[in-house]
C-alpha cells in the first residue's frame, strides 16, 4: 500500500512538472532547428545564437537588462538590509503593522504598480518641475522599489536566527558598534542578503510589466524588447534569446541554493 501510494505521489509529480517545463522543452529545442518552422523539424543548427548574438537591437536591450539588474538589486540590498534590521529591532505590534505594509507591494498586481509608479513620475516632474524622464532613471528606480521587499523578506528569518546576544557580546570584548555591525552582524545575515540581491537581480532580469509603463519611448530593457518583436513575427532568435535567459536564471538559483545549503552544513554541529 505505501509503495502504491509512493509511485502514486511520483507519478503526480512527474505531471506537474512536465505540465511546468514541456513548453520551455519546446522552446529550446525548436531554438536549434534548422528551419523557422515552430512544428516541424528539419535539422540541428546554431545560426539563431549567432544571429541573435550579432543582433544589435537585442544586444543593447540586454545589455540594459543586466546594467540596470545590477544597480537596482545592489540598491535594494543596501536598502532592504537596513530596513530588515530596523524592523526586527521595533516592538511586536510596529514590527507587524511595518511588515503587512511590506509585503503589499508583492502581492499587489503588478500592472497597479506599473502605472502607479507612472504616474507618480509624471506627477513628480509635472507639478514640483523635477528632471525626471521616463528611461533609464525611472526604471532603476522602480525596480529597486519593487525589489526592496524581497530583499526583506530574505534578512529578516536570518536576523530572527541570530543569537541576539551576539551583538552585545562583541560590544563587551572592545568592539565599537560600527564593529560589531559590520564584523559580528553582517557576515550572520550574510546568506539572507545574498539570497536577497539574487532574488531582486534575477526579479529585474525578469520584469516586463512595470518596466513596460515607465521604460519610455526611447529606452527598452530585453522582456520589452522581445515583447515587441512577438508583435510582428516571432523570430527563431527569440527561442534561442529565451533559452539563454531561462538557463542565465537558473544557474543564478542553483548558485543560490548551493550557497545556503553549503553556509547550513557548515553550521550542523560534528
Not at 559580528?184 to 509603463?213: H, K, Q
Not at 538557463?247 to 547550513?264: E, G, H, P, Q, W
Request: net charge positive; charged share 15%.
Amino acid at each position: 500500500m505505501r509503495r502504491r501510494n509512493s509511485l502514486l505521489g511520483r507519478g503526480y509529480l512527474g505531471l506537474v512538472m512536465a505540465f511546468l517545463y514541456a513548453p520551455i522543452a519546446v522552446l529550446i529545442v525548436f531554438s536549434f532547428n534548422s528551419s523557422k518552422s515552430r512544428a516541424l523539424w528539419t535539422g540541428f543548427t546554431l545560426d539563431w545564437y549567432k544571429k541573435m548574438f550579432t543582433n544589435e537591437l537585442i544586444l543593447s536591450s540586454l545589455a540594459n537588462t543586466l546594467i540596470i539588474a545590477v544597480i537596482s538589486a545592489v540598491f535594494a540590498t543596501i536598502i532592504g538590509t537596513l530596513a530588515a534590521i530596523g524592523i526586527n529591532a521595533m516592538n511586536r505590534w510596529v514590527k507587524s503593522l511595518v511588515l503587512n505594509i511590506t509585503y503589499m507591494p508583492i502581492i499587489n498586481p503588478e500592472i497597479v504598480t506599473g502605472v502607479s509608479l507612472m504616474l507618480l513620475f509624471v506627477f513628480a516632474r509635472d507639478r514640483f518641475g523635477l528632471p525626471i524622464e521616463m528611461g533609464f532613471l525611472t526604471l532603476v528606480l522602480a525596480h529597486i522599489t519593487f525589489s526592496i521587499p524581497y530583499v526583506i523578506l530574505n534578512v529578516l528569518p536570518k536576523l530572527r536566527q541570530m543569537d541576539k546576544n551576539i551583538y552585545n557580546a562583541a560590544l563587551d570584548l572592545g568592539c565599537n558598534p560600527s564593529m560589531a555591525f559590520t564584523k559580528v552582524v553582517i557576515p550572520e545575515i550574510m546568506p539572507g542578503i545574498i539570497s536577497g540581491f539574487l532574488m531582486a537581480f534575477t526579479f529585474s532580469l525578469d520584469d516586463f510589466i512595470i518596466s513596460y509603463f515607465v521604460s519610455g519611448t526611447t529606452f527598452s530593457t530585453l522582456p520589452i524588447t522581445i515583447y515587441a518583436m512577438t508583435r510582428k513575427k516571432v523570430s527563431p532568435e527569440i527561442n534561442a534569446l529565451s533559452t539563454v535567459v531561462f538557463i542565465v536564471v537558473m544557474l543564478i538559483l542553483i548558485a543560490s541554493n548551493y550557497v545556503d545549503a553549503k553556509r547550513d552544513a557548515e553550521k550542523k554541529p560534528y
